[in-house]
């Protein structure tokens, strides 16, 4: 266990360490969900467009889905409690942490394990792979370079560990795959 976590540090300041101004300012707005209210908004009009009516059902696997992958995330930090590398005092001072204009810097919560950012993200881009993909094939392409990009987000920040990205993508992944086995279960779409 001590090399995976060696490792994992490892990897995460090596990840961290690609920096620069302009990225710091767009990295931090890229984690934030308001940043992607356009393109949730382009999500919806295509889902519409593909499924008009049944559309409804898409939106209440996603809600479900991301509603379950965060809460769940949550639990599990707080039942595992590993601080993030933002908190931690070993590390804190090997990372690039963006810094507010008054001088302060984000750090966000206390425990990190695992990243309810990769599990949201990745649980959205399934649903939507799974019911765009027979419409274009760019979703297959489109999607997890969202999810990719939101969970890189948070290693740039120095907020979650590599491990804390991976475990958060396979856990929304999971969760997404659950709402569309049952979804299937109804015949849908």
Known sequence: MNNLERLDQQLLVWLNGFHSPVFD?????????????????????????????????????????????????????????????????????????????????????LYGFCSAHAANSFCLATVIIYFFRKHSKIWLVIMPLYAILVSYTRIYLGVHYPADILCGGLFGIGIAGLGIVISTLRSFP
């Open 25 to 109: 300012q767009l990295m931090f707005y890229a984690s934030q969900t308001w940043f992607w209210i356009p393109f949730y908004a382009v999500l919806i009009f295509f889902c519409i467009k593909y499924y008009k009516k049944q559309s409804i059902w898409i939106f209440l696997i996603i809600i479900v889905g991301i509603t379950a992958s965060d809460q769940l995330c949550n639990v599990i930090k707080y039942s595992v409690a590993r601080y993030r590398p933002s908190h931690n005092i070993e590390l804190k001072s090997l990372l690039h942490l963006y810094q507010f204009p008054d001088g302060t810097y984000y750090r966000g919560g």
